[in-house]
């Protein structure tokens, strides 16, 4: 089994930059996709990117493009996500999530879930 931990979050101005973060712990394959998804209040939950672990491929959201960006360290089994450019829009729980090595926004193949950190972002 594997279980994540989200770390981070918290309050901050638009236009500034946040890191949260995700550690597994229990085995980790490295065939996995970590990826990052998040829920505003009062709407569906959406995916945010992910990171294939063999080869550091990654996967965003238009909305994102160019101002998040997910990395991996494999001798710590965690994923970041950096957010730069914080816009109120990207208020939200964010939620750690895994899958067996499928890079997609496709919510139903991820396997596994973090307890998710929150990002609030004033404007």
């Known amino acids: 089994q594997v279980q994540l931990v989200d770390l981070g979050g918290g309050l901050v101005q638009a236009g500034d930059s946040l890191r949260v973060a995700c550690v597994a712990s229990g085995r980790s394959f490295t065939s996995y996709v970590m990826g990052w998804f998040r829920q505003a209040p009062g709407k569906e939950r959406e995916f945010v990117g992910a990171?294939?672990?063999?080869?550091?491929?990654?996967l965003y959201r238009d909305s994102v493009k160019g101002r998040f960006t997910i990395s991996r360290d494999s001798a710590k089994n965690t994923m970041s996500l950096q957010m730069n450019s914080l816009k109120p829009e990207d208020t939200a729980v964010y939620y750690c999530?895994?899958?067996?090595?499928?890079?997609?926004?496709?919510?139903?193949?991820?396997?596994?879930w973090g307890q998710g950190t929150q990002v609030t972002v004033s404007a």
């Open positions: 990171i294939r672990w063999n080869d550091g491929n990654t």
């Open positions: 999530a895994a899958n067996r090595g499928y890079l997609t926004p496709s919510e139903r193949l991820y396997d596994y």
